[in-house]
């Protein structure tokens, strides 16, 4: 395979990332660089080197028609996917009623494994079309256990991942999931880390979970947690 | 020419790469809300960098519509990227803007000693810049070039001048531009890794 030299990449990416790099000289090498991860590297390292002289320049504020126009661009109709958050807060509402019910079918069945009859905490997640997919509770503070009611039939190559979803800030993920209804996975759960936990969702990612450590797709399904007792 | 300006304190600049960063995961996941902070987070630094690039405001309008949906539909990627997220965010714009650049003030400006000039080779890993070289490195690194390196440097990457552009610019011929360029490029990246050595 040809390759460019390490120094004539290097000489190559300083200029693509100065800017004098142009023309068809420019987009031969964003090829390469898409191409060759070694390259990218290079290049990365040269925008992390030089672009903190860009942050420094004064700032100049664009005018609000810039925003009006980006937000029509990225219009929901338009838009490939269905906002994850636009479709998780929609979902919560159809879901309560449901919840509430599998809570109790859940309080039925629970002793089986549980030390206690109540769980401290219960989210059931559902699909857009309202229909609970799977259902996580704790019973011990530590121990989570996530039952998938109705497995997903179209899973080539792909894993179930389940995501908490803070107040504020990224989701995280709590691990992989077992696509199958009569499985439970059984989680360990740092004590607390539920704590800012308002949602739980799970995606469909590429097998063995998601390269980038964030969800990578929207969810399949989703659901608010519901407290039953102070942990 | 930015002399070296006090840099905020690594602090409150590590929680502000947090907070945008936790903004690029969500608006990842479609978080429109989220999306409509990074803007506000960065409209105004994006827009100052573009518009130096492409001198115009219609332009600089275009560059950062254009850079915002791709962040919004590349988001994911970032992740993968590993540089701080305002770095990310400030070469997508950047790139957008040399893009445009390209188009407007299109000329031909191949540089064919280096474009053309692939050979074979097999890899060899060797150590890489630190890929996130302290801005005060740089500034060290950029007051060891000859002035002319430095302004040239300086003035490609600020405001998006060709190397004939330069030329023109520097009442210099066009070689000795080109080749102020490449050798201060050349003593940066040594002077870089020198300094990442030093603090390892």
Redesign the interface.
């Known amino acids: 395979m ?5 120094d ?1 990449a ?3 990416a ?2 693509y ?10 987009a ?2 964003e090829a390469i660089a898409r191409d060759d991860r ?1 390259v990218a ?2 290049v ?20 609000a ?3 009006r ?2 937000e029509s ?2 219009a929901p109709a338009s ?1 490939p ?6 479709s998780v807060r929609l979902w919560q509402s159809a879901a309560a009623g449901l919840a509430l019910m599998l809570i109790v079918t859940l309080a039925t069945f629970a002793p089986r494994g549980g030390r206690d009859a109540e769980p401290m905490m219960v989210a059931v997640l559902s699909a857009s079309d309202a229909a609970p997919r799977a259902v996580v509770s704790l019973y011990a503070p530590d121990v989570m256990r996530v039952r998938i009611v109705k497995p997903w039939g179209n899973m080539d190559n792909q894993s179930l991942e389940l995501w908490a979803i803070p107040h ?4 995280r993920s709590l691990g992989l999931l077992a696509n199958a209804a009569d499985r439970e996975t059984l989680m360990k759960m740092p004590m607390g880390s539920l704590r800012d936990v308002k949602m739980l969702a799970v995606t469909m990612e590429p097998m063995g979970g998601s ?6 797709a ?1 969810p399949v399904c989703s659901g608010p947690i519901a407290a039953m007792r102070r942990t | 020419m930015e002399p070296g300006a006090g840099v905020g304190s690594p602090v409150n600049a590590d929680a502000r790469q947090e907070r945008l960063a936790a903004l690029l995961a969500r608006t990842a996941l479609g978080d429109r809300a989220a999306f409509a902070e990074l803007y506000s987070a960065m409209r105004s630094q994006l827009f100052a960098v573009s518009l130096r690039i492409v001198r115009e405001h219609g332009l600089a309008e275009e560059v950062l519509q254009d850079s915002f949906v791709n962040i919004w539909s590349h988001a994911g990627a970032y992740a993968q990227a590993k540089s701080a997220p305002a770095t990310w965010m400030t070469a997508i714009v950047r790139n957008r803007s040399l893009d445009i650049v390209r188009r407007t003030r299109e000329e031909p400006d191949v540089d064919d000693q280096l474009s053309a000039n692939l050979v074979d080779e097999s890899a060899t890993p060797a150590r890489d810049v630190e890929r996130r070289a302290e801005a005060h490195s740089l500034n060290e690194c950029m007051q060891e070039l000859e002035p002319e390196q430095r302004q040239s440097i300086a003035l490609a990457f600020h405001h998006g001048l060709s190397h004939s552009e330069l030329a023109q610019h520097l009442h210099r011929p066009l070689g000795t531009v080109k080749t102020h360029i490449r050798r201060g490029l050349l003593r940066l990246r040594d002077c870089l890794m020198r300094l990442e050595g030093t603090h390892t």
């Open positions: 040809r390759k460019l030299s390490r004539l290097h000489a190559l300083a200029e990332v100065v800017g004098t790099l142009r023309g068809r000289a420019r031969r090498f070694e590297s290079i990365r390292a040269w925008e992390d080197a030089m672009t903190p002289l860009a942050e420094r320049v004064a700032p100049v504020e664009p005018p028609r810039v925003w126009r980006i661009r990225i838009a996917r269905a906002g994850f958050w636009t504020q800030g990224a989701p390269p980038t450590k964030q969800p990578t929207s």
